[in-house]
RNA sequence: GCCCGCUUAGCUCAGUGGUAGAGCGCACGCUUCACACGCGUGAAGUCGUAGGUUCAAAUCCUACAGCGGGCACCA
C-alpha cells in the first residue's frame, strides 16, 4: 500500500464535498428515523455581495461542529443557508459598474431595466461566498438556499409589512431621519456610525430685540443658524431669566425667534443657551415639537443649502456655507470666538459620508411596542439563552428597553418595494398585493410608494420566512422552529438577534432560537480590527491553501468565543496535527492485514492487557468529555480533549506499546487482535473529530479495513458509507477504569524517569541499559509490560527487587510516586558528585514542599475548618513526599563514598 | 458621564477557593523500521498594582492603573 509521508489537505478537500453534497447528507431527509429529535440552524445571512472574511469562517465553523455533532447523534439535523439582498452595496456596486462600462446611471435606464441588470449581476457575482462556504466544509442544506428576495420571503416581508400597519404599528409620517446625501436614502439608527472628530465651537451673538444686549449661543454647524427657529435656556438659569418670551433678531436673516425655556438644556455646557434648529437636528425636532416651533429646511437632500436659508446662501453647499456664516458674523462683529472642539460626528456606515439629519416623509415602525415581549421573554424565561452570558444578555435587555421608531423605507431601487399604493387623490393603501389595493380603494388608477424597505426588515423575518412563514402549515415550520442556535457577531446583536426575536414571538407565537452563540472577534496580530480600509485583513482561503481547512477549523473553534489575535503558528501547529493523525493511520494501515474495524476488543474488559485498559478508558472518558463540551459550547475544551488524546494517549503511548504486537513478522490471531484493536481505536478517534476536522476524518476513514454501510448510525441506514453519518461516540462508563489509569500513570512514569536518567547523564541513544526497580510493596504493576518498558527506555532487562540497596553503587537513582524506585547502573558514566547534587536538589525541593504542608496541617485552624476531605487529602500528600524524599536519602547514602 | 470585559511563561491563550497549564518559541540530544509538519529530555511565571474576606486567594470583594468594548451626551 503507498500511502504518502505526509497529509495533503488540497486533494482530500476537493474529494469529498461535491459528493457529500450530492449524496444528500446535509438534508435531513436524509434522517430516516421517524422518532429522531430535531436540531436546526437558520445561517445569519451574509451580505450577497460579499465575500468569505474570518467572522464568517469562525461562525460558519462553529455552526458546522454543532450540526455535524447532532446529526451524527442521529438527529434530524438542518443548517439553512442563504445570503440577503444587501439593498445599499448591491445598489451602489451595480451603479458603480453601470458607470465603468457604460457610462450610464440607473436614471438612464429606469427602474425596471435597472433591476435587471441588479438580477443578472446577482446571477454572475453573487454566488461567491456559497462558494467559498462549499470550501469551508460547511455542511448547509443547499436545497433550501434562500434569499431575502425569494418570492417566498418577499410574501413574507408584505405580510408582515401588512399586519403591522394594520395593527398601527408602522405608520407613514414625518420625522427625523439620518440621510445620507452620498447614498441619497434614509437610514436606521443602526445603520449609522458616531466618529471622534477634531473640530470647532463656535460662539455665535444673537441680538436681542429692543435692547442693547446679545445672547451667545454655541455651535459646531455654524450653518444651522439660518434654520434657527428659536434659542432654548435652562428655566433654572438665571441668567437668562430676563430674557424668558424675549424676541432675538436672528443675523444674516431678518427674522425673529423666541427665547424658550426647556430642561434639556445643560446651563453648564457652553454658554447655556442653546440655538434651536428643528429641522436639522434630533434634539432640536423634539424642542421643537415641546414649543410648538417652526420647522424651517435650510438643508435639502444633497447636503446644500435651501431659498429658505436665503438668496445669498442658496445653492451653497454645507461647508461652503459654514465658512460664509462665520465670515459674515464677524464682519457684524457677532462672531465671540472659536475654539478648538472634539465632538463626535455621525457618518453613514457603507460610505462614510456625513449623515445630514434630516425631516422626512418615511415609514416607521414602532419597534418599542414589538420590544416588550422579546424583553418579557428574557427577564422572565432567559429566552434566548446567551452564550457568554455576561455581557451579551445585558447588552440586548438594554439595546430592547430604549427602542425607537424604526426607519424602514430607503430611497433606493433594489429590495423589497414598500406595500403601499396612493390613489390621484394622494389616500394610501397598504395591501398584500396591488389587485387588493385596487379592490380595496375602489380604482386602478394607483401608484405604488417608490421606496423600498430596510434590508434589515427580511433579515428581521429570516428564522420565520426561510421556513416558509406565511404559510402556518408549512412543513418546515411545524418541524424545525423555534431554532436551536442562532451563532453570530456581537455587533449584529441588535441587527439580527432581537429583531428576529421579536418577529419570532409575534408571528409565530415563540422564540426564535433556544440559544444564541456569541463569537469572539478576530484581530490582527497587533490587536487592531481587521478591516478592508486597513488592509489587514486575513484571507480565510489563503490561510485554506497554506495549511488546510480541517487545521483553520480547529483553530477557530479553539477561539469560540473569546477575543483573539490572530497568528498562523496556531494554525500551523494544528496542521502539525492533522500530519500526526495522518502518519497515525498510516501506521495503522500500513500493518493492518488482518485487521477489521469493531473488533480486537472481545471478552471481558477485566482480561485485556493494562495499555488495552487504559486506552479504552482515556478514549471513554475523551468522548464524555468532547460529547459535554460540544453541548456546552466549551468549543475550545473539546479540541484540546481530542487533541491531547490523538497525540498523546494514543500515538505516544498505546500506539508505541503495541508496536511489538501489531508489526510481529508472523501473521498470528493475537497480531490481527491487536491491529484491529490499533485500528478500531484510530476509527473511533475519527468519529470524535469529524466534526472539527470533517475532511481529513472522511478521507481515512474510507480507508479503514471492514468499513461498510453497517458503520452508519441506525437513523441512516441505507446511505452511502460516510463517517458523517457513522454515530459520535457515546461514552460506555463500564470502561472508564480509573484502576487502569493508575497503573499505566505508574508505567509511564517509570519510563519517563528512566529516559530522564538517560538524558540527564548523556546515555547514547542506542546503549542499552540495566534497570533496577523496587515497586514499594504495593504490587507490581510493572510485571505484566516489562517488554513493553524495556523497549521503550532501551533497556537490556528489568529486574524487580524488594530493595535497591545492593545495586551497584555507580547507578542513577529515580524516586517515583507511591514507593517506587528505580536505579540504572552505569558505570564509568557518573560523576558521583554530580550525581549526589542531582539527587540532593530533588530532596531538598520535596523537603521544601513537606515542609510548608506539615506547617499547614499542623495549624488547628486549618485542620479544624477545612473540608475533611482536603486535609486527609493534603496528608497524603505529605507522607508521599516522606516516602520519596526517604528513598532520596537512601539514595545519596549509596551514593556516598 | 454610565456600564461591561480583559490584564497568567518570550508570543497567543486555557484554567481553578486548597500542589500554576497548553500550543508556538527557546535549550540539549536523536536519520529509534507512522510521522523532522517528527521523537526524547529540559529551562522558563512572586497569575497587572494596593488593600480586604478566608484556615487557605492567581481564583471572591473593593479601589487603582493599563488596554479594549458598549450605551448616552456632545448646543
Redesign the pocket.
Known amino acids: 500500500m503507498e500511502?504518502p509521508?505526509?497529509?495533503?489537505p488540497k486533494q482530500a478537500e476537493e474529494r469529498h464535498y461535491a459528493r457529500w453534497e450530492s449524496a444528500g447528507c446535509f438534508a435531513p431527509e436524509i434522517n430516516k428515523d421517524p422518532h429522531a429529535p430535531v436540531y436546526s440552524i437558520v445561517i445569519p445571512p451574509p451580505n450577497v455581495t460579499g465575500s468569505l472574511h474570518m467572522g464568517h469562517a469562525l461562525q460558519h465553523t462553529i455552526m458546522d461542529v454543532l450540526t455535524r455533532y447532532q446529526r451524527m447523534l442521529g438527529k434530524r439535523t438542518l443548517w439553512l443557508p442563504g445570503t440577503d439582498h444587501a439593498g445599499i452595496s448591491t445598489q451602489i456596486q451595480v451603479e458603480k459598474q453601470l458607470r465603468k462600462e457604460e457610462g450610464l446611471t440607473r436614471h438612464d435606464l429606469g427602474r425596471e431595466k435597472f433591476l435587471e441588470r441588479v438580477w443578472a449581476w446577482k446571477q454572475q457575482y453573487g454566488g461567491e461566498i456559497t462558494k467559498q462556504m462549499r470550501r469551508e466544509g460547511a455542511s448547509v442544506d443547499w436545497s433550501r438556499e434562500r434569499f431575502t428576495m425569494d418570492e417566498g420571503l418577499t410574501r413574507a416581508v408584505r405580510e408582515f409589512f401588512v399586519r403591522c400597519y394594520d395593527e398601527g404599528l408602522i405608520y407613514h409620517g414625518e420625522g427625523m431621519i439620518s440621510w445620507c446625501p452620498k447614498d441619497q436614502t434614509a437610514l436606521s439608527?443602526l445603520e449609522v456610525e458616531?466618529e471622534a472628530q477634531a473640530g470647532k465651537?463656535?460662539y455665535l451673538q444673537y441680538p436681542v430685540k429692543g435692547a442693547d444686549r446679545r445672547v451667545t449661543?454655541?455651535?459646531?454647524?455654524p450653518e444651522t443658524m439660518l434654520g434657527d427657529t428659536a434659542v432654548?435656556v435652562?428655566p433654572t438659569d438665571e441668567r437668562y431669566a430676563d430674557l424668558l418670551g424675549a424676541t432675538l433678531e436672528l443675523p444674516l436673516t431678518g427674522r425673529e425667534i423666541p427665547v424658550v425655556a426647556d430642561e434639556?438644556?445643560?446651563?453648564?455646557?457652553?454658554?447655556?443657551?442653546?440655538?434651536v434648529t428643528p429641522a436639522h437636528?434630533?434634539?432640536d425636532y423634539a424642542m421643537g415639537q415641546r414649543h410648538g416651533l417652526a420647522q424651517l429646511k435650510v438643508i435639502d437632500q444633497h447636503a446644500h443649502m435651501t431659498a429658505d436659508a436665503g438668496a445669498e446662501f442658496e445653492g451653497l453647499d454645507r461647508y461652503e456655507a459654514r465658512e460664509k456664516v462665520v465670515e459674515k458674523f464677524e464682519e457684524l462683529g457677532l462672531l465671540e470666538k472659536v475654539v478648538d472642539?472634539?465632538?463626535?460626528i455621525?457618518k453613514c456606515g457603507r460610505c462614510r459620508t456625513v449623515i445630514e439629519p434630516l425631516i422626512s416623509l418615511q415609514w416607521f415602525l414602532k419597534q418599542a411596542e414589538l420590544g416588550r415581549a422579546a424583553l418579557e421573554a428574557v427577564r422572565e424565561k432567559h429566552e434566548p439563552r446567551f452564550v457568554p452570558e455576561?455581557?451579551y444578555e445585558?447588552?440586548y435587555t438594554?439595546?430592547l428597553e430604549?427602542l425607537h421608531d424604526w426607519t424602514l423605507s430607503r430611497q433606493l431601487w433594489w429590495g423589497h418595494r414598500i406595500p403601499a399604493w396612493y390613489d390621484e387623490a394622494g389616500n394610501v393603501y397598504v395591501a398584500r398585493s396591488e389587485d387588493d389595493a385596487r379592490r380595496v380603494a375602489g380604482t386602478d388608477k394607483l401608484t405604488q410608494d417608490a421606496d423600498v424597505l430596510d434590508t434589515w426588515f427580511s433579515s428581521a423575518l429570516w428564522p420565520i420566512s426561510t421556513l416558509g412563514w406565511p404559510d402556518a402549515d408549512a412543513p418546515d415550520l411545524k418541524t424545525f422552529y423555534p431554532t436551536s442556535v442562532l451563532v453570530t457577531g456581537?455587533?449584529i446583536i441588535?441587527l439580527w438577534v432581537s429583531r428576529m426575536m421579536m418577529t419570532g414571538l409575534k408571528f409565530a407565537g415563540r422564540k426564535a432560537f433556544d440559544d444564541v452563540y456569541i463569537t469572539?472577534?478576530i484581530?490582527d496580530?497587533h490587536?487592531q480590527?481587521m478591516s478592508k480600509s486597513k488592509g489587514n485583513g486575513v484571507d480565510p482561503l489563503d490561510v485554506f491553501d497554506k495549511y488546510g481547512v480541517d487545521a483553520t477549523r480547529l483553530v477557530l473553534a479553539?477561539?469560540g468565543?473569546?477575543?483573539?489575535?490572530?497568528?498562523d503558528?496556531?494554525v500551523?501547529?494544528?496542521?502539525?496535527?492533522?500530519?500526526?493523525i495522518?502518519?497515525?493511520a498510516?501506521?495503522c494501515l500500513?500493518?493492518s492485514e488482518g485487521a477489521t474495524v469493531g473488533k480486537g476488543f472481545e471478552g471481558e474488559p477485566s482480561s485485556w492487557a493494562l495499555h488495552d485498559r487504559w486506552i479504552m478508558s482515556r478514549l471513554n472518558r475523551t468522548a464524555r468529555e468532547v460529547g459535554r463540551a460540544i453541548e456546552e459550547y466549551?468549543f475550545?475544551?473539546a479540541v484540546?480533549a481530542l487533541?491531547?488524546f490523538f497525540?498523546?494517549d494514543f500515538?505516544?503511548w498505546y500506539?508505541?506499546l503495541s508496536?511489538t504486537d501489531v508489526?510481529a513478522q508472523e501473521a498470528s490471531p493475537a497480531r490481527d487482535a491487536a491491529r484491529s484493536r490499533v485500528i478500531n481505536v484510530l476509527e473511533q478517534a475519527l468519529r470524535l473529530l469529524h466534526p472539527f476536522m470533517p475532511f481529513i476524518t472522511e478521507e481515512l476513514w474510507q480507508t479503514l479495513p471492514g468499513i461498510g454501510g453497517e458503520s452508519l448510525h441506525a437513523a441512516y441506514a441505507g446511505a452511502e458509507p460516510t463517517i458523517m453519518l457513522a454515530a459520535y461516540p457515546q461514552a460506555l462508563e463500564a470502561l472508564i477504569d480509573e484502576r487502569a489509569e493508575t497503573e499505566m500513570q505508574a508505567v509511564i512514569e517509570l519510563?519517563?524517569?528512566v529516559?530522564?536518567i538517560?538524558?540527564?547523564l548523556?546515555v547514547?541513544?542506542?546503549e542499552e541499559v540495566q534497570l533496577f526497580v523496587s515497586t514499594g510493596g504495593n504490587g507490581n504493576v510493572f510485571a505484566a509490560s516489562v517488554s513493553q518498558i524495556k523497549r521503550l527506555t532501551r533497556a537490556a532487562s528489568v529486574s524487580f527487587k524488594d530493595s535497591l540497596a545492593e545495586v551497584p553503587r555507580a547507578s542513577a537513582r529515580q524516586a517515583l510516586a507511591g514507593g517506587v524506585e528505580v536505579a540504572v547502573p552505569l558505570e564509568g558514566l557518573i560523576d558521583f558528585e554530580q550525581e549526589r547534587a542531582r539527587v540532593g536538589r530533588e530532596r531538598e525541593k520535596l523537603e521544601k514542599?513537606s515542609q510548608r504542608l506539615e506547617a499547614?496541617l499542623s495549624?488547628p485552624?486549618?485542620t479544624?475548618?477545612?473540608?475533611a476531605e482536603?486535609v486527609e487529602?493534603?496528608r497524603q500528600?505529605v507522607a508521599e513526599i516522606r516516602q520519596r524524599t526517604d528513598a532520596l536519602a537512601q539514595m545519596l547514602e549509596a551514593l556516598a563514598e
Request: hydrophobic share 25%; glycine share 6%.
Open positions: 500511502i509521508k505526509t497529509y495533503d439608527d458616531k465651537l463656535y449661543v454655541a455651535t459646531t454647524r432654548a435652562n434639556f438644556v445643560d446651563p453648564e455646557f457652553g454658554t447655556g443657551a442653546v440655538k437636528d434630533a434634539n472642539y472634539e465632538f463626535s455621525t455576561t455581557p445585558k447588552v438594554s439595546w430604549n456581537r455587533d441588535f469572539g472577534t484581530f496580530k490587536g480590527r479553539s477561539i468565543g473569546t477575543d483573539t489575535r490572530w497568528n503558528n496556531q500551523e501547529s494544528y496542521r502539525n496535527f492533522a500530519n500526526k495522518w502518519n497515525a498510516r501506521f500500513l500493518n466549551q475550545h475544551e484540546y487533541y491531547h497525540w498523546d500515538c505516544d500506539i508505541e508496536k508489526t519510563i519517563s524517569r529516559r530522564n538517560r538524558t540527564e548523556n547514547k541513544p542506542g514542599e499547614q495549624n485552624q486549618f479544624e475548618r477545612a473540608p482536603k487529602e493534603l500528600r
